[in-house]
């Protein structure tokens, strides 16, 4: 017997007319998990060798910089990647950011430019920083599955064969992939793990790899828990179609996650291979 969704209220409180969702409150605990997380880690010497370490102050504005980066660069993507024409029909929809719809890639982007910047700012290592951030994303990738699943939104394609599929209120009477729990998961606490485990390895003496690691491995749960999810409804298979069992598709989500993977190849042989150690390094202030 399928499962059935459970009664879960997108709003977790209400302060007079003031609602607090659980979708917001995901991208808080994200957020604060990660700065959190990044504090310890910059305090770690061993970890930056002789690159300049970030002063507790830095990750406090840095985290300013990232949520802006992430929530800006995340609803944009949404609206360019995957309904372009339905927000061209209403173009205020497009900041009404409480009803979901946030793109995971054109957050990542809007954080990879948001950390760039801050970094020439603070004089500090783009690369090294990025890749501090690629250790603590994970955090806000778990908590943002979660929040998808609580909202009742990306949910799986048809398993009807499948013990623990969910039926969800709104995609009809079939039990579906809990897909959203799969990718967090694999996108949040596996990647989570391997990140860690990395950074204890190496540290950030080879600015770019962690990050190459994180990219590879967000493109490769991505691309797996695609062929679980249904494909978003405006835009369907983009290159073949739904077979039974996994799906034969191509959705957007793989075709968006396939240049990060070779982007994070890149990154990982040029930081093997020495190329992206800086010339000179500037001792901690």
């Known amino acids: 017997m399928p499962l059935s969704f459970p009664i879960l209220?997108?709003?977790a409180f209400s302060i007079g007319p003031f609602a607090v969702r659980?979708?917001?409150?995901?991208y808080v605990a994200g957020l604060l998990g990660g700065w959190f997380y990044a504090k310890r880690l910059a305090a770690k010497a061993e970890l930056w060798g002789q690159l300049r370490q970030p002063k507790p102050t830095d990750i406090d504005?840095?985290?300013?910089?990232?949520?802006?980066?992430?929530?800006?660069?995340g609803r944009t993507g949404y609206v360019l990647f995957y309904n372009l024409e339905a927000y061209l029909r209403n173009p205020l929809e497009a900041l009404a950011v409480w009803r979901g719809g946030m793109s995971f890639h054109g957050g990542f982007l809007g954080a990879v430019l948001a950390l760039v910047l801050f970094a020439r700012s603070r004089g500090l290592n783009a690369l090294a920083l990025l890749d501090m951030a690629a250790v603590v994303t994970p955090i806000g990738l778990f908590f943002g599955r979660i929040a998808n699943f609580i909202n009742g939104e990306l949910w799986g394609r048809p398993a009807p064969d499948l013990p623990f599929a969910v039926?969800?209120?709104?995609?009809?009477?079939?039990?579906?992939h809990p897909?959203?729990?799969y990718e967090a998961f694999g996108e949040g606490l596996?990647?989570?793990v391997v990140m860690g485990i990395a950074a204890r390895a190496f540290g950030f003496r080879r600015p770019g790899l962690l990050g190459g690691i994180f990219v590879l491995g967000y493109a490769t749960a991505r691309i797996a828990s695609e062929f679980f999810r249904e494909?978003?409804?405006q835009l369907g298979f983009l290159f073949g179609s739904?077979?039974?069992?996994?799906?034969g598709g191509i959705t957007m989500g793989m075709l968006l996650s396939v240049p990060m993977a070779i982007v994070g190849i890149v990154f990982i042989v040029m930081a093997l291979r020495g190329y992206t150690r800086p010339t000179k390094t500037v001792e901690a202030a």
């Open 9 to 11: 209220d997108p709003v």
């Open 22 to 26: 659980w979708y917001a409150l995901a």
């Open 61 to 73: 504005d840095l985290i300013v910089w990232v949520a802006l980066g992430v929530v800006l660069g």
């Open 167 to 176: 039926v969800f209120p709104h995609a009809g009477p079939e039990p579906r």
């Open 179 to 181: 897909s959203q729990l």
């Open 190 to 192: 596996l990647l989570f």
């Open 231 to 233: 494909p978003d409804a």
């Open 242 to 247: 739904s077979v039974q069992g996994l799906g």
